[in-house]
């Protein structure tokens, strides 16, 4: 009897757990960030040629935790298979790692501008992507929690060169 009750309380136990962490993709802040990113490093392939690197240069005021950051790095590690850095573009030139002219980067640097939370489904995200001066460009993305899952909606382009 003692058993089964153990066993009834720690099901119930977890189930409480279960929901209040909640693992659900759209309360993960991370999610709607990463699908951002791989849409954005989608645009425009040909600054991704050669990358031996991926450097994400976060705005302080983008709600990601640690946790967030390091499953973004990882998925993006693994899909390209680069090293990721979360490096500015001054500190990527101070680490070498431009080419021999210096407005040119070894890898792509991905910087999140801003984000705006519309509603609990709906987020629009301001990436930019620089290789370049002639190399570079910037848009809007906005993404919509549908059947579980973070989706874009629009890419809007704001800059490019």
Not at 29 to 41: H, N, Q, S
Request: aromatic content about 10%; charged content about 25%.
């Amino acid at each position: 009897m003692y058993f089964i009750l153990s066993v009834v309380a720690l099901f119930l136990l977890s189930a409480c757990a279960g929901g209040v962490t909640g693992s659900s993709q759209q309360n993960e802040l991370g999610e709607p960030y990463r699908v951002a990113l791989e849409e954005f490093i989608s645009t425009d392939t040909a600054l991704n040629e050669n990358m031996e690197y991926i450097s994400l240069d976060f705005n302080k005021g983008i709600p990601l935790k640690d946790f967030d950051k390091k499953s973004i790095e990882d998925y993006l590690h693994s899909k390209y298979n680069v090293k990721i850095y979360n490096l500015t573009y001054e500190e990527l030139i101070e680490e070498g790692l431009s080419e021999q002219s210096e407005n040119t980067l070894k890898g792509i640097l991905l910087k999140i501008e801003k984000q705006e939370k519309q509603s609990d489904n709906n987020i629009a995200i301001e990436v930019s992507k620089y290789r370049t001066n002639e190399g570079s460009l910037s848009a809007k993305i906005t993404l919509t929690y549908e059947e579980g899952k973070w989706k874009v909606a629009t890419h809007t382009p704001t800059r490019e060169s």
